[in-house]
């Protein structure tokens, strides 16, 4: 998924931290979440995750890949659709591709399902397409472009056949967070966007043209109890004791409720009043302070000084309204700061043209801020 701030490519220096300083265990907290990359990667460690974002929709992916520790079986589902069972399917490497295969066996049903929902027809009823595919709109007050007509009806017609299946109580919520997290990532590759969702092209990209299809997602496999919430993080901090506290939260004024407000929608599966050129959905409620600067520095210290951690990092930018220097000093209300400056790429909408030009120094500089906070550290020791 597109995403700003993504820190999958920063993956290995949180790794190289964490060996530095021999966290290899415990509650691993990540409290901004996102695409839950972060806590992916714990939950590989072997750590038991907490995740939490203001997002509706980052709460859907952290109840997919963290939540699930194990294949589902659609055991009603099938029984209700015995069509599905009966369903032929290619699987391609590098899975698994004989019957005899335990793994094969463990992931056949959710490959089923998921070719299932691929074949459905598209609907022309849905809130996706009325609302945001040039079909729907074009004789409306705003026509929009963001999805292909087709692909804005099958999303319709897959996100209206999930939610039928929950009401009936034939997939478990397991299957349902799978399923809708599957839709979600499928439906921003082929979004007809510049990567965010705060405005659509006027002419279908190439990868906008490209029918939605689910991928089959992968399960971590697991027996940890992994947490997943969807609250302010403010509000939520004092209510939980971890290990390792990640902090990733909004370093400059883009709103992420505004950016990906279309994913949300989705996820709620709701029908909110749209308002402007855009569809934006009303997103008074999630307007995180950390993107504004004059609450920023506020609300980062009550978080910090709330925290019930024994070591906490952060992953800041050097471009945000933070300075390293006022990260430190509400740092070191916890205990000794160390900081670790990395060279990052810009993060950009975009690709690079060659009829544009662009600024010379396209790197900026991402840190990771560290502490063992004292008293909280011993207990870990």
């Known amino acids: 998924m597109n995403y700003i701030g993504s820190k999958w490519s920063l993956l290995p220096f949180i790794q190289n931290l964490l060996d530095a300083k021999q966290l290899n265990g415990g509650v691993f907290c990540d409290l901004f979440s996102g695409t839950t990359a972060v806590g992916q990667f714990a939950k590989r460690l072997g750590f038991q995750v907490v995740s939490n974002d203001w997002q509706y929709y980052s709460?859907?992916?952290?109840?997919a890949f963290l939540g699930c520790n194990q294949y589902p079986t659609f055991e009603l589902l099938l029984k209700a659709y015995p069509q599905i069972s009966e369903r032929q399917v290619q699987i391609q490497p590098p899975l698994p591709s004989f019957s005899g295969d335990k793994e094969y066996n463990l992931r056949l049903p959710l490959l089923k399902v998921v070719d299932w929902l691929n074949s459905l027809s598209g609907i022309d009823t849905g809130?996706?397409?009325?609302?945001?595919?040039?079909?729907?709109?074009?004789?409306?007050?705003?026509?929009?472009?963001?999805?292909?007509?087709?692909?804005?009806?099958?999303?319709d017609a897959i996100r209206q056949t999930l939610e039928t299946?929950?009401?009936?109580?034939?997939?478990?919520?397991?299957?349902?967070?799978?399923?809708?997290?599957?839709?979600?990532?499928?439906?921003d590759s082929v979004a007809n966007t510049a990567s965010v969702y705060g405005a659509f092209l006027k002419h279908l990209?190439?990868?906008?043209?490209?029918?939605?299809?689910?991928?089959?997602?992968?399960?971590?496999?697991?027996?940890?109890?992994?947490?997943v919430f969807c609250s302010d993080a403010n509000q939520l901090i004092p209510q939980l004791d971890c290990d390792v506290l990640y902090l990733d939260p909004p370093y400059n004024r883009r709103q992420y409720a505004t950016n990906y407000h279309l994913l949300e929608t989705v996820a709620?599966?709701?029908?909110p009043e749209l308002k402007g050129k855009t569809g934006l959905r009303p997103?008074?409620?999630?307007?995180?302070?950390?993107?504004?600067?004059?609450?920023?520095?506020?609300?980062?210290?009550?978080?910090?000084?709330?925290?019930?951690?024994?070591?906490?990092?952060?992953?800041?930018?050097?471009?945000?309204?933070l300075s390293p220097k006022e990260i430190e000093r509400i740092f070191g209300m916890r205990g000794r700061v160390e900081t670790h400056r990395?060279?990052?790429?810009?993060?950009?909408?975009?690709?690079?043209?060659?009829?544009?030009?662009y600024a010379p120094n396209q790197n900026v500089y991402e840190f990771l801020f560290y502490v063992r906070v004292e008293n909280e550290a011993e207990l870990a020791a």
């Open 59 to 63: 709460y859907v992916l952290g109840k």
């Open 127 to 155: 809130f996706v397409f009325n609302n945001y595919c040039y079909g729907g709109t074009k004789d409306s007050e705003h026509s929009r472009n963001y999805f292909s007509d087709e692909n804005g009806r099958s999303c």
């Open 165 to 187: 299946w929950k009401v009936a109580e034939l997939v478990n919520e397991d299957e349902y967070y799978l399923l809708l997290a599957a839709l979600l990532d499928a439906l």
């Open 205 to 227: 990209k190439t990868t906008a043209r490209k029918p939605l299809k689910l991928k089959t997602p992968v399960i971590i496999p697991g027996d940890k109890p992994h947490k």
């Open 268 to 271: 709620l599966g709701d029908n």
């Open 283 to 321: 997103y008074e409620h999630q307007r995180s302070r950390y993107c504004l600067k004059l609450e920023v520095e506020r609300a980062f210290t009550d978080l910090v000084s709330h925290a019930r951690a024994r070591h906490i990092i952060l992953s800041y930018n050097d471009e945000g309204f």
């Open 342 to 357: 990395l060279t990052y790429r810009r993060f950009r909408a975009d690709k690079n043209r060659d009829n544009r030009n």
